[in-house]
């Protein structure tokens, strides 16, 4: 059974910090690319970060470059998204989504852990 469970968010003051973590089970966690998306109120589902399989590279949307950092354990099945300075406009449902490296129709998404950025 395909499982992809985030963890991790909550209510954070402005300038703070907050690590989630996606632990995948089901499917071969280091043939998968891995992403973070965000939602936030009334808005679309926008993609913040990604990995490689082999953790080599990254990308990351323009207004968290230098504060969210991407990164992945295969060992541990696990990615993470470390958020640092942390911004109200950062408040959104995060998910995590596995797609199947070089077959971009095989894709799994988590049911996303809240981020609330406020003081």
């Known amino acids: 059974q395909v499982q992809v469970v985030e963890s991790g968010g909550g209510l954070v003051q402005p300038g703070g910090s907050l690590r989630l973590s996606c632990a995948a089970s089901?499917?071969?966690?280091?043939?998968?690319?891995m992403n973070w998306y965000r939602q936030a109120p009334g808005k679309e589902r926008e993609l913040v970060a990604t990995i490689s399989t082999d953790g080599d590279k990254t990308n990351y949307e323009d207004s968290v470059k230098g504060r969210f950092t991407i990164s992945r354990d295969n060992a541990k099945k696990t990615a993470y998204l470390q958020m640092n300075s942390l911004k109200p406009e950062d408040t959104a449902v995060y998910y995590c989504?596995?797609?199947?490296?070089?077959?971009?129709?095989?894709?799994?998404w988590g049911k996303g852990t809240l981020v609330t950025v406020s003081s």
């Open positions: 989504n596995a797609q199947r490296d070089a077959l971009p129709g095989i894709v799994y």
């Open positions: 089901g499917f071969t966690f280091s043939f998968y690319v």
